[in-house]
């Protein structure tokens, strides 16, 4: 029920771009994606709801596949600020919340 | 605004003890969400709750408890504590309506919880 998250963990150098992919093997109704920095709480970055809808920050983008019950989190431009942890969140039809497995993003000079 | 408060920051039990943490949501927001916080397990979703009803539940044993007060504070209970409950246990507050998980929560900075 808990969606997987690929990869587990990347390494970037500023400027370089990243994508992050969350798989859920449930209907999915909205996927959501938040960063946490180290000893710091999650922080809101997207929703994506079924039938298109997005709500989020300007300079992040994200996908949502609703068939296929997959998302991808593009991070372009990257700089050292978007170093952290990024889950997927998925919230199924049946109105369940599970948070993703994490991927650990590193920026580096 | 002020943001999601919780309280205590850090707490240390023993087993067989019991515990409850406070959540203090956004002024406005009606529902909140518990979660649980591992290394090895990552986030764990507890329970949500809105307008001081439970709305949904996560597959946690019921050793684990909460309840909404009118004014949306929340408070979550653990009995019998185990030394796998050990972990930071954080809570969000939303909008609500349509239901928490479909809205953005905002976090607070959580409750470490330590069981010896």
């Known amino acids: 029920q808990q969606p997987v998250q690929s990869p587990q963990a990347v390494i970037l150098r500023e400027g370089e771009d990243a994508v992050i992919n969350c798989s859920s093997s449930k209907a999915l109704y909205s996927v959501h994606w938040y960063r946490q920095k180290h000893g710091e709480a999650p922080v809101f970055l997207m929703i994506l709801l079924k039938g298109g809808e997005q709500k989020g920050h300007e300079k992040i983008s994200a996908s949502f596949n609703e068939k296929k019950q997959q998302s991808s989190l593009y991070l372009t431009a990257s700089q050292l600020s978007y170093s952290g942890t990024y889950f997927c969140?998925?919230?199924?039809?049946?109105?369940?919340?599970?948070f993703g497995t994490g991927t650990s993003l590193t920026v580096i000079p | 605004k002020a943001g999601v408060t919780q309280t205590p920051r850090y707490l240390i039990k023993t087993r067989g003890q019991q515990v409850t943490l406070s959540c203090s949501p956004i002024s406005g927001h009606r529902s909140v969400s518990w979660y649980q916080q591992t290394p090895g397990q990552g986030l764990q979703f507890l329970f949500e709750?809105?307008?001081?009803?439970?709305?949904n539940k996560g597959n946690f044993p019921g050793r684990f408890s909460g309840r909404q007060f009118s004014n949306s504070r929340s408070e979550m209970n653990v009995s019998t504590l185990e030394l796998g409950d050990s972990a930071l246990y954080l809570c969000?507050?939303?909008?609500?309506?349509?239901?928490?998980?479909?809205?953005?929560?905002?976090f607070g900075p959580g409750t470490r919880l330590t069981v010896l």
């Open positions: 969140g998925t919230a199924t039809t049946g109105n369940q919340f599970y």
């Open positions: 969000a507050s939303s909008v609500g309506g349509g239901g928490g998980s479909y809205n953005e929560q905002f």
């Open positions: 709750y809105f307008s001081e009803t439970q709305r």
